[in-house]
């Protein structure tokens, strides 16, 4: 991480974090040391993970690392930016790699599907077919974590448009309809509160591909069985 980049990151987070009222309830269950695998949920504002980011940061001392949208790799500069931050691209060979180096690092298996969802299907996941982080965790014996922050669906209201979904689906472009504060692109003044789960730890891998492929199935329910009952939670906590 690039430390000049990190000494004008964390103000900008904090700024933002006082901006929301930003609370992470949960923090005792990030571990102080060793790896783990931090599973979020995706807004389209995406600044609520950084938000939590800084503030296991300020009260862990760790800084989780990030596996950026492909994305960011196809536009000139932009890798440079997130990985001046810590971030990686989001792949299994640099999950695997940060894991095996006793590194933090947080995934949002929905991505940009999820995070361009409307306003209409807001607090919901899009996790039913993306696996590799549950097989990722077995593989390395990680522990997950989960963090929800539902309410950061509501920092804009993202409207339903054909354009935006035959841009990601032919060109994999994040094209969007949405506006924050009033009709301006400012984030509404949300309160944000991530939830953390239990560290859930993965089963010991089976040797046989089929059984291996059970493992992660069932894995992959139970961490999704648990991140909804978190947003559950999360919501009952603000009303």
């Not at 009260?59 to 990985?83: C, I, K, N, T």
């Amino acid at each position: 991480m690039d430390g000049e980049a990190m000494k004008i990151l964390i103000p900008v987070l904090n700024s933002l974090r006082h901006y929301h009222r930003h609370q992470v309830i949960g923090m005792e269950h990030i571990p102080r040391e060793g790896s783990a695998l931090v599973v979020v949920n995706h807004s389209l504002a995406t600044y609520d993970i950084a938000l939590l980011n800084a503030a296991i940061f300020a009260e862990r001392g760790r800084f989780m690392r990030s596996l950026a949208d492909h994305l960011f790799y196809r536009v000139p500069y932009l890798a440079q930016l997130v990985e001046a931050i810590g971030a990686k691209e989001g792949n299994r060979h640099n999950a695997r790699q940060l894991l095996e180096e006793g590194e933090m690092v947080c995934v949002a298996p929905g991505g940009m599907r999820e995070a361009l969802r409307p306003s209409s299907q807001r607090y919901q996941l899009r996790w039913e077919h993306r696996r590799g982080f549950a097989q990722i965790a077995i593989e390395s014996q990680s522990p997950v974590i989960i963090g929800m922050c539902p309410r950061a669906d509501d920092l804009y209201q993202v409207y339903a448009s054909p354009l935006t979904s035959w841009a990601y689906n032919k060109f994999k472009i994040p094209l969007f309809l949405a506006r924050g504060l009033g009709f301006t692109p400012i984030p509404r003044p949300v309160k944000l509160i991530h939830h953390l789960s239990e560290p859930l730890y993965p089963p010991k891998p089976r040797a046989e591909p089929a059984a291996f492929k059970k493992q992660v199935e069932v894995f992959h329910r139970q961490i999704i069985k648990r991140a909804e009952a978190l947003i559950g939670e999360s919501i009952a906590y603000r009303e």
